[in-house]
């Protein structure tokens, strides 16, 4: 049964509602509004967002030379919530809410350059073949002392048993309790805002964890959680790896093995197809100077591509 707004608004005493649209970086870019605002624009379907949040860049810059994508005058676009997204938003005082919005012009096109509107189309593509796509993302992070200045380093932050990491220790179980606070609070978090995390594993970095959320919960904790991918230099970086697998819809199939559990041909050709299109979307995952950083010889980063 689909979600109705109102009634799920309702149900769980939400006031205020963050109405999102994620630009091409993954920020979240989007309005907050009282939740009797937020469902009246949707009723009345006035909530806009500018076309331009489309082209900012991971800095917050809006680059030249892009008339012919984004019109200079900006026009607005149609935010459209998509009633299924919506969950609770863990973390504020007042009960909020967020819910994913899709993008469209005035005439109710759906915007061709929205991440949203692409992945769709994407997944249709698949779906035409009789596949379905499963992707699993692992992000890496470091909790670090919290720092104010720019020009200190960073460094490990202070864990349960009062001294701050000096060693690499990974899958390290002993290290992940030094944060187990942190962790059971992330847990609490993610689960509220129907986030699934399979697991928690100390890398080989001092203080490094791998899970899937986490700023604000770092910040209740007094430590901060970087993403950049190489904040120290003397520690190993952090990266996104990104799990892929293809089911046929109708069996359930992973059609990258065979009946025998061998690599299959579309396995292989996947492989040949992602390293000689990777190259060409590095600057999408390599998007600042730091992430050059990492990639250095025998680092576990992706120097081929």
Not at 83 to 103: H, K, L, N, Q, S
Not at 153 to 168: D, N, Y
């Given at each position: ?10 149900e769980h005493g939400v006031s205020e ?65 998509d009633p299924e997204t919506i969950r ?56 670090v002392s919290q720092n104010t200045d ?156």
């Amino acid at each position: 049964m689909a979600t109705n707004l109102a009634t799920w608004i309702t149900e769980h005493g939400v006031s205020e509602v963050e109405c999102i649209v994620p630009d091409m970086n993954g920020v979240q870019r989007g309005k907050v509004l009282p939740a009797n605002k937020f469902l009246s624009s949707v009723k009345e379907n006035t909530l806009r967002i500018p076309g331009s949040i489309f082209s900012v860049t991971i800095n917050g810059e809006y680059p030249e030379g892009i008339g012919h994508i984004i019109p200079e005058y900006d026009p607005d676009q149609m935010m459209v919530p998509d009633p299924e997204t919506i969950r609770e938003a863990p973390g504020f005082a007042t009960p909020t809410a967020y819910v994913i919005a899709d993008a469209f012009t005035k005439d109710g096109t759906p915007v061709a350059i929205a991440p949203r509107m692409i992945l769709k189309r994407v997944l249709k593509l698949y779906e035409d073949r009789g596949w379905r796509p499963v992707i699993a993302p692992e992000v890496e992070f470091y909790l670090v002392s919290q720092n104010t200045d720019p020009d200190f380093p960073l460094v490990p932050p202070t864990g349960r048993s009062g001294r701050p990491e000096t060693a690499s220790q990974p899958y390290g179980l002993e290290a992940l309790t030094e944060f187990e606070e942190f962790i059971e609070h992330t847990y609490e978090w993610c689960e509220k805002a129907g986030i699934n995390i399979d697991t928690k594993i100390h890398e080989s970095g001092a203080a490094q964890l791998e899970v899937r959320l986490v700023r604000q919960v770092a910040l209740q904790h007094g430590v901060y959680a970087t993403f950049l991918a190489k904040p120290m230099s003397d520690q190993p970086g952090s990266a996104m790896h990104i799990h892929q697998s293809v089911l046929d819809i109708e069996t359930g199939r992973n059609i990258f093995s065979t009946q025998a559990g061998k690599d299959s041909a579309l396995f292989r050709s996947y492989i040949a197809g992602l390293a000689r299109l990777l190259p060409q979307v590095t600057p999408m995952f390599a998007p600042n100077v730091n992430s050059f950083r990492r990639m250095r010889p025998d680092s576990d980063a992706p120097i081929n591509v």
